[in-house]
């Protein structure tokens, strides 16, 4: 997947085989289970929203069975990716 097809924060997805929906808060996130692996997203349940850290859901684009809302996006978003993009190009 394209960091440019990253979806915005605040988007609400349901995951495949899953029936709660999530909204996501944060992209490009790495896991801290020791394994450092690097995720597309992270995000909490909705519409409950943060409960604390076993509460928080890492996953990938390829995860997404539907996207319910898709969140804020402004100049500022899109410099963010810009730059996102340009830092995964360079390593």
């Keep these: ?15 495949k085989n899953a029936e709660k929906r999530l909204m996501i808060f944060g992209v ?4 801290l289970d020791g394994k450092e692996e690097e995720y597309d997203y992270i995000g909490v349940m909705y519409p409950e929203g943060y409960m604390g850290g076993e509460y928080q859901f890492l996953f990938n684009h390829s995860d997404i069975s539907t996207v319910f809302y898709t969140g804020y996006e402004d100049d500022e978003r899109k410099d963010f ?10 390593i």
């Design 1 to 15: 997947m394209e960091i440019q097809e990253l979806l915005p924060i605040g988007t609400v997805v349901l995951l």
């Design 28 to 31: 490009k996130q790495t896991s």
């Design 81 to 90: 990716i810009d730059r996102l993009s340009q830092h995964y190009k360079e």
